[in-house]
């Protein structure tokens, strides 16, 4: 079993950044790949980012893509979301997810492992 713990949300102006950390523990080597979802209040889960934690590949949602970025601490076994050029769109309750994935996807039902989430607010 894998526990996962995010933590770095909080409020930010419009334009501003946050990094959002993801921390892992138990039996990670069988996470293959990790990524983060958000979730706005009356809107489904999406797909945020996703990486490979064996060799860094990527894949972003395209509404992210050149202003968020994901990378991986694999001694800390720690998942990171740098968060840039923030807009009022992006708040939402953020989540890291693991999975036994061979590649990264946006199917948020094909990650097995979730985190409890983190409140990111966005003011304009």
């Known amino acids: 079993q894998v526990q996962l713990a995010e933590s770095g949300g909080g409020l930010v102006q419009a334009g501003g950044s946050l990094r959002l950390s993801c921390a892992a523990s138990?039996?990670?080597?069988?996470?293959?790949?990790t990524g983060w979802f958000r979730q706005a209040p009356g809107k489904e889960r999406e797909f945020v980012a996703g990486?490979?934690?064996?060799?860094?590949?990527?894949l972003y949602a395209d509404s992210v893509k050149g202003r968020f970025t994901i990378s991986r601490d694999y001694a800390k076994n720690t998942l990171y979301l740098q968060m840039d050029s923030l807009k009022s769109e992006d708040t939402a309750v953020y989540y890291c997810?693991?999975?036994?994935?061979?590649?990264?996807?946006?199917?948020?039902?094909?990650?097995?492992?979730w985190g409890q989430g983190t409140q990111v607010t966005v003011s304009s």
């Open positions: 997810a693991g999975g036994r994935l061979w590649a990264v996807t946006a199917r948020a039902s094909l990650y097995i492992f």
């Open positions: 990486i490979r934690w064996s060799d860094g590949s990527t």
């Open positions: 138990g039996s990670t080597s069988s996470m293959l790949v």
